[in-house]
């Protein structure tokens, strides 16, 4: 199953071409990580000791200001030990695919500086939600 969250097109997102900025679209897959976090593991993303590691974003149309809030739909295809690769699929207001995202977040020790395996509680949790 997808987790699905909500993220509002501002007008700071819009670039002189008239669409939402390509550097945006991050953005908007960082906020439906943060709300993923919060709602699947029950935790502040801000609070978790992981890196972002990996981003790659597949652009398929443009989003405008009138589009309306945009859709990502996030999943997990799997889990590593230590890394949590996400992928997501930022739709605009009528449901048409924008752009298709992958990241990797990796459990970290800062203190340490290395990769840490995933905590358990969240791998429950996410293995429960995602039927893995």
């Known amino acids: 199953m997808s987790y699905e969250t909500t993220v509002g097109v501002r007008f700071r997102d ?5 669409h939402v900025n390509n550097a945006v679209y991050a953005s908007y897959a960082e906020q439906a990580r943060v709300d ?23 652009y398929h149309r443009p989003i405008e200001l ?8 996030v999943d997990v295809p799997r889990l590593g030990e230590s890394s949590l690769p996400m992928t997501y699929e930022i739709s605009d207001g009528d449901g048409n ?3 298709s995202v992958e ?5 970290y020790d800062r203190d340490a500086e290395e990769s840490v395996p995933i905590p358990e509680a969240w791998r429950e949790a996410i293995e429960s939600y995602h039927d893995l």
């Open 97 to 99: 695919l924008a752009a």
């Open 103 to 107: 990241s990797v977040q990796v459990a």
């Open 36 to 58: 993923y976090f919060a709602d699947v593991l029950d935790t502040d993303l801000s609070a978790v000791s992981s890196v972002l590691a990996r981003i790659e974003i597949d």
């Open 66 to 73: 009138d589009d309306g809030p945009v859709t990502v739909a």
């Open 14 to 18: 819009i670039d002189a071409m008239g």
